[in-house]
Structures are given as C-alpha cells and as structure tokens.
T-cell receptor
Framework: SAVISQKPSRDICQRGTSLTIQCQVDSQVTMMFWYRQQPGQSLTLIATANQGSEATYESGFVIDKFPISRPNLTFSTLTVSNMSPEDSSIYLC????????????FGPGTRLTVL | RKEVEQDPGPFNVPEGATVAFNCTYSNSASQSFFWYRQDCRKEPKLLMSVYSSGNEDGRFTAQLNRASQYISLLIRDSKLSDSATYLCAVRSSGGSYIPTFGRGTSLIVHP
C-alpha cells in the first residue's frame, strides 16, 4: 500500500510567523486535499490541490492565509501564514488513489501549536 | 441542521459488549458512505465503506438506511483495542464530490 508522509509532525510557533507543511506520497495521485482538525471537532476541508492548477479553497479559507503548492503528482505544501493561536490545530493532507477515487486516505498529520 | 451528525459520546462499554453508532446525513443525494477510525493523536484510517446492502467485516457491521438518512456501525464482542473515535464520512453526487465528515463518536472499552 502507498505511504503518505507529512513534515513536520509537530511544531510550536510564535504568533505572526509562518509554517510550511509538506505532504509526500510515494505514488502519483491526481487529487490531494488539505484538512484542519481542531480539538473535538470534525475534519474541515481547507482546499483541494490538483497538479497544474490553482488550489480550490473552501468557504472561510483564503489563499493569502493558506497558500498551497502542488508542483508534481506526489507532493504538496500548505503554508499557514501570519499565525495566531486560533490556527493551533492538526493539519492533515489526504489523497485519492487512481482507481480508488471514492475513498480518501490521510497522512499522519502535523500538530501545530501557536503561542 | 448539520450535513453530517454524530453523537460525540463517549460510549463507555465493557469488553465483550456490542455497541452501535449512528450517523445521520441531511443531503438525500448522498451516494457514498464510509466509517473511519481515529486513534488519539493519529490520522483517520478507513475502517470500511458502507454499501447499500450492508456489509460486514469480522466483528464490524455497517448498514445504510436511505429512507431515514443514516448509516450505522455495529461492533460485536468489543475489545480494549477498539477504543477510538469513529468518524463517518458522506459523499454526495454533483459539486466537488468531496466527503463531509462527522465530528466522530468516542468509544471507550474497559476491562
């Protein structure tokens, strides 16, 4: 089975700084997604990242705050910009594998704490 | 009404018990349904898809009730290792076809 990895696994950051989270898949995928999960809450989709096109953001999320890159079919980054304590959350990437587009598989997540 | 709703629990049951969770959805055009398991501080992992006819995988049984718009997950002979949060996910036809997740139901199985 394919492996999805994320870096960093966790970080503690100061208010006003930015953090870039990486998501790497060991096989090519068309669709990659970025989610946020705050304590006790459901998974909230931030954006969909397809290779070769601009990311599509969900309501309440904007590119200036969460810029996303998708340079190829195995890699994506999410940046959390100008962080505030409200951005403290777990950030998860997920993918849909060719032939299994009905199902999402998640990376291990990045636990972010903003002081 | 939220698109996908789950009782957050926690459900606290003894080993060997049978426990069932429901997940209601509001969009009647929903087409695909899933149960995920999420352990503390870990990512959600697919437990099973839910088929129209219902499906079983060992001690786990998933069912779909389209008329009442809910899916269920039944766990028989609960093990300590079943303790986790169980998330349901629902996908609808049209639009972006991206699943909506429930908040999850916490299960604690005690000795």
């Amino acid at each position: 089975s394919a492996v999805i990895s994320q870096k960093p696994s966790r970080d503690i950051c100061q208010r006003g700084t930015s953090l870039t989270i990486q998501c790497q898949v060991d096989s090519q995928v068309t669709m990659m997604f970025w989610y946020r999960q705050q304590p006790g809450q459901s998974l909230t989709l931030i954006a969909t990242a397809n290779q070769g096109s601009e990311a599509t953001y969900e309501s309440g999320f904007v590119i200036d705050k969460f810029p996303i890159s998708r340079p190829n079919l195995t890699f994506s980054t999410l940046t959390v910009s100008n962080m505030s304590p409200e951005d403290s959350s777990i950030y998860l990437c997920s993918v849909e594998f060719p032939g299994w587009e009905d199902t999402q598989y998640f990376g291990p997540g990045t636990r972010l704490t903003v002081l | 009404r939220k698109e996908v709703e789950q009782d957050p629990g926690p459900f606290n049951v003894p080993e060997g018990a049978t426990v069932a969770f429901n997940c209601t959805y509001s969009n009647s055009a929903s087409q695909s349904f899933f149960w995920y398991r999420q352990d503390c501080r870990k990512e959600p992992k697919l437990l099973m898809s839910v088929y129209s006819s219902g499906n079983e995988d060992g001690r786990f049984t998933a069912q779909l009730n389209r008329a009442s718009q809910y899916i269920s997950l039944l766990i028989r002979d609960s093990k300590l290792s079943d303790s986790a949060t169980y998330l349901c996910a629902v996908r609808s036809s049209g639009g972006s076809y991206i699943p909506t997740f429930g908040r999850g139901t916490s299960l604690i199985v005690h000795p």
